[in-house]
Each structure stands twice: as structure tokens, then as C-alpha cells.
């Protein structure tokens, strides 16, 4: 389970600050997988963060009592001036897992040959989330935290990804993040919508896009 209790964060802009948490409280329950709906910039980048300890709140506390994974699609993962390699070392050595094991993995799932031992500046977008990618499957996480994820590689990799994706949520958890409402579906059984500064989260998939779309359009 992930509670927050009354968590506050917000940015300073050029128009002032920007609430994109409200004194929130909610609890992502263990055994279910969660999709978050909101707008652009609403915050749901800022909350995975949060989950994964990455980002600290302005105020209030948040509670993990499990293994959640660093935000797969958040840019600060990995180091450009280090190679794919020594990323994955550092990343294994942070979460106590095995460097060959985790290595190995990576190596061969994120199909990235003789660049695995250059640095991550010459990598291309698709080739960073890759690794990201890797990494994150090479470890095994309680909960995974997923941040806007696009479409990565060819069509036989996208595959690859989805079946080792399935295989972990046979006993991990997911909260997720995107703009792709096929994918909500695809992956999840729960949904919260998070629009101005408040977090609602819903026992079902269908009763969050309702929220979401009354919120786009208003009601009827």
C-alpha cells in the first residue's frame, strides 16, 4: 500500500505558484493496478514522483510499505556522461540487486549491442528508453511507477515489452500515467483523476473516464 496524507505541492511560474496538490489523502490500495487521467499539466508526472521518492512534497507524508520502482519514463534515471552499463551498475547497487544479473538482463533485452558500452548522451530517445526499460523489468519491484511511456522500437519489441510487462503484474502492481486511454484499459482495473489540486480515485476504470470526461466537457 502507498497513503498519502495530506500532501501539498506546488511550482512558482511566471503567473504565481501552481497548485498541483491540494492537502491530498488517498491510499493505492496492494492488488490493484491504477491509472491516473488528467490534463497537461495537472500533475501527474509531479505525483509519480512523489510516489517514488524521487520528488519530496511541500508538506505532508508519504507512506510505502512496498518496493515501488524508480518512475520508468522520468529523464533523471540515467546519466548521460556514463555508458548504458555503468547506469545499470549504479541502478542494481541502489535497489541491492545483483550488477550481473541486472547487466545480463538489460544487455540482452534492451537490444542495444556495441552502444550498451557508450555513454547515454550518444543514445537516441528511443534507445534511453530502452535501457530505462530494461532496468526497470530487470529489477523486481512490489509497484511499478510508469510515466507517460511512449511507443518504443518496432512492432516485435513493443511485443517483447508488453509479454514482460504481463509477466511481472503476475505478482507486481502498476500506477500509470498517460494520455493513452487505451493503454489505462489495457493495464488497469482502478483509475484516479487529478485536476485541481485534488486526487480522486475510483473503484473502477469506466467510473474515473466518466469523472474525466464531465470534467472536459461538463456533465450531460
Known amino acids: 500500500m502507498i497513503a498519502l496524507k495530506g500532501v501539498a505541492k506546488a511550482y512558482r511560474g511566471a503567473a504565481g505558484y501552481r497548485i498541483l496538490l491540494n492537502n491530498v489523502s488517498a491510499e493505492f490500495p496492494a492488488g490493484y493496478n491504477f491509472g491516473i487521467l488528467g490534463a497537461n499539466g495537472s500533475g501527474k508526472s509531479t505525483l509519480i514522483r512523489l510516489l517514488a521518492g524521487s520528488e519530496l512534497p511541500d508538506r505532508g507524508t508519504i507512506r510505502r510499505r512496498v518496493r515501488v520502482s524508480f518512475p520508468l519514463g522520468f529523464g533523471g534515471t540515467v546519466h548521460g556522461a556514463l555508458s548504458g552499463r555503468e547506469n545499470i551498475a549504479f541502478i542494481a ?3 541491492g540487486a545483483s550488477v550481473r544479473q541486472t547487466a545480463r538482463f538489460v544487455e540482452e533485452f534492451s537490444e542495444l549491442g556495441d552502444y550498451f558500452d557508450m555513454p547515454v548522451d550518444t543514445y537516441s530517445a528511443g534507445m534511453r528508453a530502452r535501457l530505462a526499460f530494461g532496468a526497470c523489468l530487470a529489477i523486481d519491484f512490489d ?5 507517460e511511456v511512449t511507443e518504443i522500437g518496432d512492432e516485435n519489441f513493443r511485443r517483447k515489452c508488453a509479454a514482460a510487462f504481463r509477466e511481472r503484474l503476475r505478482q507486481s502492481d502498476i500506477i500509470l500515467a498517460t494520455h493513452n486511454h487505451h493503454t489505462i484499459r489495457q493495464y488497469c482495473d482502478r483509475a484516479a483523476v487529478l485536476a485541481d ?24
Open 197 to 220: 489540486g485534488r486526487l480522486q480515485l475510483f473503484d473502477s476504470v469506466a467510473g474515473a473516464f466518466e469523472c474525466y470526461r464531465n470534467l472536459l466537457t461538463g456533465p450531460g
Open 143 to 147: 509497484v511499478y511507477l510508469i510515466d
Open 93 to 95: 547497487r541502489v535497489y
